[in-house]
């Protein structure tokens, strides 16, 4: 297949993914300074009436259910041969699907993800939408720095709820439909869409999706629980999966809504067995888990030697050597690990990091009313080095870019306003060459006030702060 110079306005880089009845490309927004993906009804459909109603009504479904757990529309149009395309912002992460080739997911990221998607397909449902074609090809991941954000994609088989019981061809992907999906005249709910984000989780756990697993089973006819096929799964969530692929839609979770809540108290569940998330009085400096408040003050009074603002709270990495000062409502939970600054598209690798905010399974969420703070280092940060792709909140107003000092060295601030809610967003890159390195810092914060200068001056880095070496695979496609 040759690759176009342009669809639209838009200069087309390479092809990333084709189907039986669309192909995507990735292209450059060179006005807007952006990737996107390009989706292109392929030619020999594009003259049957109800496959190019269906890819318009996908463009018109996610249009009015803009939300950033689902992909957005930016733009749609019309090839020269009458094929319709539709624009969509790139999700540089790749897809669960590409994820899955190497293996299942750990089950805590498993379960965070599968709540993600039903709080996604929970938001078409609140808009009287039933996705019908949910699979690990249509959930992308979009690079943060703290956790990959999810996005559910693919609406072509969406349809109305009001609708559903009329549907006259069965329509789907076997493994991750259910049962009355796979009957023509069948009559469907929302229960379906439970259904299938079951099945997504039960790919996740195990490594195959539920019809291949049972084929695989006793006698070819009985699903094994996860725990059967892999250890290490506790019996909850062999309940929640049991129940979410259930035959009888009456004994499903009853919406997408209830099954998030049961994967949000199975996480919870499981962090506290772990030893995550449990409230401590003592110091403690855990690698890569929650902290509660409490810890976070205790820290601040032992071990800091920078005066923060009054009555702000001090919080530092798992070194020690990286920290910040944060408002004390925003000290609920922090992580400590480090980053990847693969994240900004920069070189692959381990690099001290930290972030905190109050609940920070809610955090990344754009729209979640959630303020924190993260803060990476990054070789690839040094003005003049590799320029970092910094998120784009397209749902806000950008505002003008301005330098700030921060210990003597430029600071850049990008900062996106009107988010909705009052959230707002501030895009820092802090360029500190005598010490060979730079910051990334992501603010978000809720509220009039703009605290991004306060928040930099109680920034600190001591002269033992390394970036760690060492190369990871990228995780893109």
């Known amino acids: 297949m040759s690759v176009p110079d342009k669809i639209g306005r838009y200069r087309v880089l390479r092809r990333i993914g084709s189907g039986a009845f669309a192909t995507v490309w990735l292209g450059a927004d060179d006005a807007l300074d952006a990737s996107v993906a390009i989706k292109v009804l392929a030619d020999n459909w594009s003259y049957h009436a109800d496959l190019r109603e269906r890819f318009e009504q996908e463009a018109r479904i996610m249009r009015r259910t803009d939300s950033s757990s689902l992909v957005r529309v930016l733009d749609v149009g019309e090839l020269s041969d009458g094929r319709p395309y539709l ?3 790139y999700a540089a992460g790749g897809t669960l699907a590409d994820r899955l080739v190497s293996g299942p997911l750990p089950v805590r990221e498993a379960l965070l993800v599968a709540a993600d998607i039903a709080s996604a397909v929970t938001v078409l449902h609140e808009a009287g939408v039933l996705h019908r074609d949910l699979k690990p090809s249509n959930v992308l991941f979009q690079p943060a720095p703290d956790r990959d954000r999810v996005l559910v994609a693919d609406l072509g088989l969406a349809k109305a709820l009001a609708n559903a019981s009329g549907f006259t061809i069965a329509a789907g992907t076997p493994g991750y439909m259910p049962p009355e999906q796979a009957t023509p005249g069948g009559g469907l709910d929302i229960r379906a869409d439970v259904y299938a984000i079951g099945a997504t989780l039960y790919h996740m756990l195990t490594g195959n999706p539920p019809d291949r697993a049972s084929r695989a089973g006793r006698g070819g006819r009985s699903l094994p629980r996860p725990s059967q096929v892999r250890t290490g799964i506790p019996s909850t969530v062999d309940d929640l999966v049991r129940r979410a692929l259930h035959h009888d839609p009456r ?7 209830a099954m998030a809540e049961e994967l949000h108290r199975v996480i919870a569940s499981i962090d506290r067995d772990t030893g995550r998330g449990r409230f401590v009085r003592q110091l403690a400096r855990v690698v890569g888990v929650g902290v509660a408040l409490i810890a976070l003050l205790a820290t601040a009074a032992s071990s800091s030697t920078w005066p923060a603002r009054s009555g702000w709270v001090r919080v530092d990495d798992v070194s020690g050597a990286l920290s910040i000062a944060v408002p004390p409502s925003w000290a609920g939970e922090l992580k400590d690990a480090g980053w990847d600054p693969v994240a900004l598209r920069l070189p692959a690798g381990h690099a001290p990091g930290l972030v905190v905010a109050p609940d920070l399974t809610a955090w990344p969420d754009p729209a979640s009313g959630i303020p924190g703070v993260f803060v990476g280092v990054s070789k690839a940060l040094l ?20 330098t700030v000092n921060v210990g003597g060295n430029p600071a850049r601030v990008r900062r996106w306003t009107s988010c909705g809610a ?3 967003f501030s895009e820092v890159v802090l360029s500190v060459p005598q010490r060979s390195y730079g910051v990334y810092l992501q603010i978000k914060q809720v509220g009039d006030a703009d605290l991004t200068d306060e928040l930099l001056a109680g920034l600190r880095m001591s002269n033992s702060l390394v970036p760690q070496a060492g190369r990871v695979a990228s995780a893109y496609s």
Do not use: E, F, K, N
């Open 87 to 89: 624009v969509m912002p």
């Open 251 to 257: 004994q499903r979770w009853p919406s997408a809504a």
């Open 383 to 402: 003005a003049g080095g590799t320029a970092p792709a910094l998120p784009s909140h397209i749902s806000c107003v950008q505002q003008p870019d301005r």
């Open 422 to 424: 009052s959230v707002s």
